[in-house]
């Protein structure tokens, strides 16, 4: 009889917890599973967070971080790996080098710096560490705040191409630029994709949804994309793919209540 077995299409996130369910690791989970891939998870933080805010921040133990690390990279088999919430310098050193350890390359990095609620996620002295690690990454997943920071001046509408390829070719990394702060054209979304291995720049557009329902959209977004990237799809498609899903779960929650503050969106609720 013919072996019937099948490896699962795994990714591994690596990112801090929401105890409100909207963003972080939880998201991550819900993202990758409803995109078809096998999800699992290395906790860096635990938040105490809701749909309003970011109350608290507890770190995870360094020593912890590495044995999380160790026990599913030496274990699983991993298509695409998510990195969201790296909350200090230490944190990212200690990722970095477990990663390399491994030889791990096809690496999705959201690089998260600031809540939805406008909460800092990331300490100063961070910052510089996060740069030097973004050119270990395949992409890179930057909002326009996020991206203003990485490149040092304001982004504007008319110059996002631009920005995105600056950002590229500074880090030595393919960029996706999302444009989801910087407002809406004749009631689109533009992100930009910068595809740093042909130097090739690809806008994508989606319909822009009216909501305050957008809590985790960033994470849900790099964590579909490295979904994608685990079943096989190559960057465009796999990009082009979770811009969608990410845009097709917003519209499905944007009428759903959760909470007081920025809701979440329905990442089941696709049709």
Not at 47 to 57: E, K, L, M, P, S
Not at 129 to 143: E, H, V, W, Y
Not at 158 to 180: D, F, H, P, Q, W
Request: aromatic share 6%.
């Amino acid at each position: 009889m013919e072996n019937l077995k099948t490896r699962y299409c795994a990714v591994l996130t690596i990112a801090g917890s929401d105890s409100g369910g909207c963003a972080g690791i939880q998201a991550d989970i819900k993202s990758i599973s409803a995109c078809g891939a096998y999800a699992a998870s290395v906790i860096t933080a635990t938040t105490a967070q809701n749909t309003q805010g970011v109350f608290d921040i507890h770190p995870i133990p360094i020593s912890h971080i590495e044995k999380q690390l160790d026990a599913v990279l030496s274990d699983i088999e991993f298509g695409a790996i998510k990195i969201g919430m790296l909350h200090s310098s230490q944190v990212i050193e200690a990722v970095a080098n477990k990663l390399e350890q491994y030889g791990i390359s096809n690496i999705v990095l959201d690089p998260v710096m600031v809540a939805t609620s406008g909460d800092n996620l990331l300490v100063n002295d961070a910052i510089s560490s996060l740069k030097d690690f973004l050119p270990k990454a395949r992409l890179i997943t930057p909002n326009i705040p996020e991206a203003e920071k990485l490149i040092g001046y304001p982004i504007e509408l008319k110059g996002l191409k631009n920005s995105a390829r600056e950002i590229g070719r500074l880090y030595s990394t393919s960029v996706l630029l999302k444009g989801g702060h910087i407002g809406s054209h004749e009631n689109e979304i533009t992100d930009t994709l910068y595809m740093y291995e042909n130097d090739e720049i690809i806008t994508i557009k989606n319909s822009w949804v009216n909501t305050k329902n957008t809590h985790g959209t960033g994470c849900s977004l790099s964590s579909s994309i490295a979904a994608f990237l685990s079943l096989g799809y190559n960057l465009e498609d796999a990009v082009r793919k979770g811009c969608y899903y990410v845009n097709l779960a917003i519209t499905q929650g944007e009428n759903k209540i959760l909470g007081k503050g920025n809701g979440a969106i329905n990442h089941f609720g696709l049709k």
